[in-house]
T-cell receptor, first 113, second 111 residues
Framework: EPEVTQTPSHQVTQMGQEVILRCVPISNHLYFYWYRQILGQKVEFLVSFYNNEISEKSEIFDDQFSVERPDGSNFTLKIRSTKLEDSAMYFCASSEELQETQYFGPGTRLLVL | SQKIEQNSEALNIQEGKTATLTCNYTNYSPAYLQWYRQDPGRGPVFLLL?????KEKRKERLKVTFDTTLKQSLFHITASQPADSATYLCASYTGGFKTIFGAGTRLFVKA
């Protein structure tokens, strides 16, 4: 069964460093998403991406964040200058159509020291 | 603002019983609601989607209802098993491309 994959599974970085989180969505899906989940809290929407551009973003997704689909398979989330409060699980998801089921990857656990 | 609320208290039930989890939404009318399962340290796994014009949806031991009058969805697991122990998340689109999630309800099924 097709699945969303994410790399790395864990990332430790120093405050102020840039990190890139990678995702490979399900191949025939057209809509891509990033979410984060701070430990013990709810899953929070960050951004959605369709037709090679951001379709919607939350207030969390400020200028420190960017997303890119550099080729036909990868979807990346970049955090330019990490802060301690960026420590969280980051989930990528994809869906075939808008307002259809989103399939989530296993997540990247980011720890900012 | 648009909100989804789930009972934040953990639900403890005996194996074989039916677990019922509640999801309430406020300040919007979702076209559909989704239920996911999340195990510790893992990504949400899709279980069921129910649309506003569907009153009930079933999949094996799972059943979801959607009451637009009460602004509520109920998620039932019949003949529960210890392997059903997890956190269950309710989610929906709020319009556009954004999905919001409830905080989830932790279910513990005792053997």
């Amino acid at each position: 069964e097709p699945e969303v994959t994410q790399t790395p599974s864990h990332q430790v970085t120093q405050m102020g460093q840039e990190v890139i989180l990678r995702c490979v969505p399900i191949s025939n899906h057209l809509y891509f998403y990033w979410y984060r989940q701070i430990l013990g809290q709810k899953v929070e929407f960050l951004v959605s991406f369709y037709n090679n551009e951001i379709s919607e973003k939350s207030e969390i997704f400020d200028d420190q964040f960017s997303v890119e689909r550099p080729d036909g398979s990868n979807f990346t989330l970049k955090i330019r200058s990490t802060k301690l409060e960026d420590s969280a699980m980051y989930f990528c998801a994809s869906s075939e159509e808008l307002q259809e089921t989103q399939y989530f990857g296993p997540g990247t656990r980011l720890l900012v020291l | 603002s648009q909100k989804i609320e789930q009972n934040s208290e953990a639900l403890n039930i005996q194996e074989g019983k039916t677990a019922t989890l509640t999801c309430n939404y406020t300040n919007y009318s979702p076209a559909y609601l989704q239920w996911y399962r999340q195990d510790p340290g893992r990504g949400p796994v899709f279980l069921l989607l129910i649309r506003e014009n569907e009153k009930e949806k079933r999949k094996e031991r799972l059943k979801v209802t959607f009451d637009t009058t009460l602004k509520q969805s109920l998620f039932h697991i019949t003949a529960s098993q210890p392997a059903d122990s997890a956190t269950y998340l309710c989610a929906s689109y709020t319009g556009g491309f954004k999905t919001i999630f409830g905080a989830g309800t932790r279910l513990f099924v005792k053997a």
